[in-house]
């Protein structure tokens, strides 16, 4: 039996914390600060910070921000948003950052993983996979925040982040992402059988229900978004994350192969 990481995904445009749906729509929903410290309240397992807007805007990590998100964070951080340079993963690490996730620097310089791997282990390096289906229902690779088709298919594209050094691939399904669908099932189970690293599943997730089937597809871990942030059906504001017993009786106590 095997132990399944329940992960909040924040999104942070220009500072605020934001939520998308389908990568657009974004809608503030508060403080980022706030939101850590109710998630270390909740006990989480993990905590993956977004810049979406760093890329964009061809800047660095807002590295104050990020030793202000570390320094309040209790749970293991991943941090994620205009990361292009060594120096800059050595400086997040330092910040208190225990995994670097990198986006459109790893389809655009293959290169550069292999040097952040070097530098602090594949453990700590995480490739972001963005995926949408086009019109002829083919999965294609997206990247800067979903607006770029690379044309590339996710099953290669996973396969060859893994040979140059990723020791973990977070999959987003664009098309799913704040619509309370559910997981790309498909494509989890796609992905998660052609390479040997751990996969998050991330996009769509509307219970808890949602998660075990992500795992038994091949999901390592799931990430959410909406879910742990809005209460439904109008979508206000609610920063939640189940209870350590609900998550033990319903995904913890439950044995999945691998």
Not at 17 to 22: A, I, N, P, T
Not at 58 to 74: H, L, T, Y
Not at 148 to 176: C, K, M, Q, W
Not at 203 to 230: N, P, R, Y
Request: proline share 4%; net charge positive.
């Amino acid at each position: 039996m095997r132990r399944i990481r329940v992960i909040p995904t924040l999104l942070i445009q220009r500072g605020g914390l934001v939520k998308s749906v389908k990568f657009k729509n974004h809608k503030y929903v508060g403080d980022p600060i706030n939101a850590v410290k109710i998630f270390n309240e909740k006990e989480v397992d993990e905590l993956v910070i977004l810049d979406i807007s760093a890329t964009a805007e061809r800047r660095p990590p807002a590295m104050v921000q990020i030793k202000e998100i570390a320094g309040e964070a209790f749970m293991p951080l991943g941090y994620g948003g205009g990361i292009t340079r060594l120096q800059e993963i050595k400086d997040l690490i330092g910040a208190g950052v225990e995994k670097v996730i990198i986006n459109t620097a790893a389809f655009k310089n293959p290169a550069f993983l292999r040097e952040g791997a070097s530098y602090v282990g594949s453990q700590s390096i995480v490739v972001s996979i963005d995926v949408k289906k086009n019109i002829w229902g083919k999965y294609k690779v997206f990247i800067q925040n979903g607006s770029i088709n690379t044309g590339r298919d996710p099953i290669e594209y996973a396969r060859e982040v893994e040979r140059s050094g990723a020791g973990e691939i977070l999959l987003n399904s664009i098309f799913h992402d704040g619509m309370f669908s559910g997981y790309d099932l498909e494509l989890i189970k796609s992905v998660s059988n052609a390479v040997g690293i751990p996969l998050v599943a991330s996009g769509g997730a509307s219970s808890m229900s949602d998660f075990v089937l992500a795992v038994e597809q091949g999901a390592s871990a799931v990430a959410a978004g909406s879910m742990f942030v809005f209460q439904r059906p109008h979508r206000a504001v609610l920063i939640s994350y189940p209870s350590q017993q609900e998550l033990k009786e319903k995904i913890f106590s439950r044995e999945f192969p691998g």
